[in-house]
């Protein structure tokens, strides 16, 4: 095998197509290659004894597997406002970008992904060098990116959308996400589980073992897809510890799904890196680390609970062997589900129930026909050099009943099929009792995973083609133990887990005097769920910012001891101190936040929400503190005659000023002495702009200072607001999210 991937130069057969950098994070670029350096002859060799390439088809998998991805991203499904979005991406956008010639060729205009529900994803096939050039891709180009910073549309891989889809989420289920970041698969589960916002009664987990990861899931979640019922944690998927719901209930999961680290073969088309350093062993040695994951998901689901195995990896290593060792550990209690039916415009091929087991000493794949050979082989020496894996276990080879395991239920999505990644997804039920294996059954041994060798250090790589992810240091063993009694009185004796360093959970008391004064300033209603208000410190004290939970994370938080559970974060930011140094006369000093209005505007009545027209969101959006004489009546009114803080305003749908609301737009304003202000984020007003009135009438912030002397802010802070000022030092740590913490803007 050559040496590939070199920098610069571009030698002879470099890619004609494109000018575009598109810079990878690992260094390599669509123009530091060329495809005469897309080989790997081990690759090649290993793919073509799988069988899973039909030998007619082997150049046009691999010749696409040398092209560029094409960019898709989907409509986020369960915004109200999702059928506006789809509208105008049909209606608006794609009329125009018919037939664009670039350079004498044609381009043609972005066109719904075939299998995907409801014509809500998209494939924009024309490369960026087009999309830079020419000035119909350029607009489509900046409302892609806008709309995704506000969350209501999401870039992703095609098929790395299909394992939530067949899921089969509801909204009453308890859903886990064992390996979520970056979250891409996470906001899918979320939109299942709260389908236009209908009151969802179930909750998800969402876990990564990579402490920073989880970060991005907080912010990809929090920010985007907020939702009362979701927590995230920092657990090694291996050994998430039992969790309990109190009364001496464990909890356990509808729908689980198991997004593994794999070897990531599949994302060769934007991860270029892997032509030149994949190996048979980058599938082996995660094996067991796959296999323990899965095993543990099929502990933690409900009898009648559907889990989804998915590795963005070619591997039958990684992928049939895996289900077919934990459905041997578990003999009579999955079923793999047949989902032929399901998505049914997706080509997909049928997982496999032979595939063959290589190792590579000295640069050559080497076959073992058997588990028993391979150890031959490693005792003779003559693979101890390469045994890197502490050994293959007898698990990577396929068991003497795989013929009888329904492996080809499982899907394997080629690239060339749809033009996509390649993907291999599984979906496992579990028999709501175990049953006897049929008398003709393969008598097999029952595969102990608890006794398979792990490798001490696997490297995965993230199937968005980012940065090879090492293994995350485990929580202690003993972190993963069962809880063995309610918090109430356990929590203490429960051991913790100091080296976790978040601020912990707690509840406000609902008959805290601040309880009352938001009762009162938001009329909330008798549905208002005051119990269910979380804060970051020890004692229940509304300090900074109070989110929202429902009953059954709520469960969860008072049960188990935080640390133990690694918990990041829960619930819905919503309100948020909006302390003044200047006035005492501000009754509520709290506002709601952007991302919780949805859940106050239900327990509010009607008459409470001051009702605007477009024209007053141009005025909000034109000047950052427009004064109140700057707004038309009624709406002048209202404003005159309300106290100053916070308010919940309503834009009406309709047309005015070059600009239309086709749905009425709820968002928090807030009334200073001398000023109004709308709550929002400084991004997702320009991007409101843009699809309001075509363009970005937002004026910059202000250089030096704002009024009441705060500083100008970074680019993703909420206005602030005249007036108003950090609020004094309190226990609680301030920023939950560096990335999106309005407050910690504020407090700049
Ligand atoms: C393929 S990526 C997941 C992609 C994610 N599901 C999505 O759709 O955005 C695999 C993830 O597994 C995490 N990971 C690796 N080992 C893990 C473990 N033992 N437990 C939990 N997560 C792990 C990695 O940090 C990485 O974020």
Redesign the pocket.
């Known amino acids: 095998m050559g040496k590939h991937g070199k920098r610069g130069g571009g030698g002879r057969g470099r890619r004609p197509a494109s000018n575009a950098r598109t810079q990878r994070p690992n260094g390599a670029s669509w123009n530091d290659f060329d495809t005469e350096s897309m080989k790997n002859k081990s690759f090649e060799e290993y793919y073509k004894a799988q069988n899973i390439v039909p030998e007619a088809e082997w150049e046009d998998f691999l010749n696409i597997l040398r092209t560029e991805l094409p960019t898709t991203f989907r409509v986020t499904g369960s915004r109200e406002h999702a059928d506006t979005i789809n509208g105008l991406i049909k209606d608006v956008y794609v009329p125009t970008m018919q037939e664009v010639e670039l350079e004498g060729v044609k381009y043609a205009a972005p066109k719904p992904i075939e299998w995907y529900p409801n014509q809500f994803a998209w494939e924009v096939s024309a490369p960026k060098r087009v999309v830079r050039k020419q000035p119909a891709f350029k607009t489509f180009q900046r409302f892609l990116v806008g709309e995704t910073s506000v969350g209501n549309l999401s870039r992703q891989e095609a098929v790395?959308m299909i394992p939530p889809l067949l899921m089969d989420v509801e909204p009453h289920h308890y859903c886990l996400?064992?390996?979520?970041?970056?979250?891409?698969?996470?906001t899918q589960i979320i939109e299942a589980l709260n389908p236009y916002h209908t009151e969802s009664t179930g909750m998800l987990i969402a876990?990564?073992?990579?402490y920073k990861?989880t970060h991005m899931l907080v912010h990809q979640t929090g920010g985007r897809m907020p939702t009362k019922g979701l927590i995230v944690t920092n657990?090694?998927?291996?050994m998430i510890p039992n969790i309990s719901l109190g009364d001496g209930e464990t909890l356990k999961f509808d729908r689980i799904?198991a997004?593994?680290?794999?070897s990531g073969d599949g994302t060769m088309r934007k991860n270029l890196e892997i032509w030149s350093k994949w190996s048979p062993y980058d599938g082996a040695s995660l094996h067991v680390?796959q296999l323990r994951?899965l095993d543990r998901a099929m502990a933690m689901l409900k009898p009648g609970g559907r889990l989804v195995y998915s590795?963005?990896s070619f591997n039958p290593t990684e992928n049939e062997a895996v289900v077919a060792a934990a459905l041997n550990a578990h003999p009579g209690e999955f079923h793999i589900v047949d989902v032929a039916d399901k998505l049914p415009a997706l080509k997909r091929r049928p997982g496999i129930n032979s595939w063959r087991v290589f190792s590579r000493p000295n640069d050559e794949l080497v076959e073992h026909a058997s588990f028993k050979e391979y150890r031959t082989a490693v005792d003779a020496s003559a693979e101890r050099e390469q045994d890197k894996l502490k050994g293959m276990p007898e698990t990577c080879w396929p068991p003497a009943n795989a013929a009888e395991l329904n492996l080809e239920r499982s899907l394997r999505l080629l690239p060339h099929d749809q033009n996509t990644g390649g993907f291999y997804v599984c979906v496992l039920e579990k028999k709501a009792a175990p049953e006897a294996p049929a008398a003709n059954a393969t008598k097999v041994e029952k595969v102990d995973i608890a006794s398979l060798p792990t490798p001490d250090e696997v490297i995965?790589i993230?199937?968005?083609g980012s940065l090879p992810?090492k293994?995350?240091a485990?929580p202690s063993a003993e972190a993963a133990a069962a809880p063995k009694k309610l918090r109430s009185e356990a929590t203490k004796k429960e051991k913790r887990d100091l080296q976790f360093r978040e601020d912990p959970f707690s509840f406000v008391d609902p008959t805290h005097a601040e309880i009352d004064v938001l009762k009162e300033w938001f009329q909330l209603q008798a549905t208002f769920p005051e119990n269910n208000l979380l804060v970051r410190n020890e004692y229940g004290n509304p300090l900074r910012t109070m989110y929202i939970v429902n009953d059954t994370i709520k469960k969860i938080v008072l049960n188990n001891d935080y640390t133990r559970l690694r918990m990041i974060s829960a619930g819905v930011k919503t309100f948020i101190r909006q302390d003044s140094q200047q006035r005492t006369d501000i009754k509520c000093k709290w506002r709601v936040s952007a991302d919780g209005i949805s859940e106050i505007l239900q327990h509010v009545p009607t008459e409470s929400v001051k009702v605007a027209r477009v024209d007053e969101l141009r005025t909000f959006l034109e000047d950052m503190y427009p004064p109140i004489d700057k707004f038309e009546e009624p709406f002048k009114t209202d404003l005159v005659k309300a106290d100053l803080g916070n308010m919940l305003v309503k834009f009406e749908a309709g047309e005015a000023q070059g600009g239309k609301l086709t749905l009425p737009l709820y968002l928090p304003v807030w009334k200073a002495k001398h000023s109004m202000s709308l709550l929002v984020d400084k991004q997702e007003k320009s991007v409101l702009s843009e699809r309001t009135f075509g363009e970005d009438i937002c004026k910059p912030a202000p250089k030096s200072t704002l009024p009441g002397g705060t500083p100008a802010l970074p680019s993703g802070a909420v206005t602030p607001v005249e007036g108003t000022a950090t609020p004094a030092e309190g226990t609680e740590t301030p920023v939950e999210n560096p990335v999106v913490d309005e407050e910690a803007a504020l407090n700049a």
């Open positions: 790395s996400d064992m390996c979520a970041a970056p979250g891409s698969k996470t876990n990564d073992s990579d990861r657990l090694d998927a291996t799904l997004d593994v680290p794999c680390i994951i590795t963005c995965a993230d199937e968005k992810l293994r995350a485990s």
